[in-house]
């Protein structure tokens, strides 16, 4: 089990910065990849973006260009710095631990934390 959670969310101009934060309760080392998801209303969850223990990292074409997801594994934090923000980026922004096996590959979330872009 991992308690994860979120911070950073909140209102910001269009073209504005946000960075997110995710704590996690223990070692991100042991998990396989971590995440950013977002959902908006009406719409499914959504890979943001995702960053593997060996650092590669992988994001939605929406996003390229204007996110960058780090983590750090002495602080068991994850970060998502978000800039030039559009109107379509508002959404709750989860956090998610995914851990892989061959016979129960695991997830776990946050709870999330809301962004909004509005002028």
């Known amino acids: 089990q991992v308690q994860l959670v979120e911070s950073g969310g909140g209102l910001v101009q269009p073209g504005g910065s946000l960075t997110l934060s995710c704590a996690a309760s223990r070692s991100i080392r042991s998990f396989t990849s971590m995440g950013w998801y977002r959902q908006a209303p009406g719409n499914e969850r959504e890979l943001v973006a995702g960053?593997?223990?060996?650092?590669?990292?992988d994001y939605a074409d929406s996003v390229k260009g204007r996110f960058t997801i780090s983590r750090d594994n002495a602080k068991n934090t994850v970060y998502l710095q978000m800039n030039s923000l559009k109107p379509e980026d508002t959404a709750i922004y989860y956090c998610n631990a995914y851990l892989f096996s061959t016979i129960s590959p695991r997830g776990y979330w946050g709870k999330g934390t809301q962004v909004t872009v509005s002028s």
């Open positions: 960053i593997t223990g060996g650092g590669t990292t």
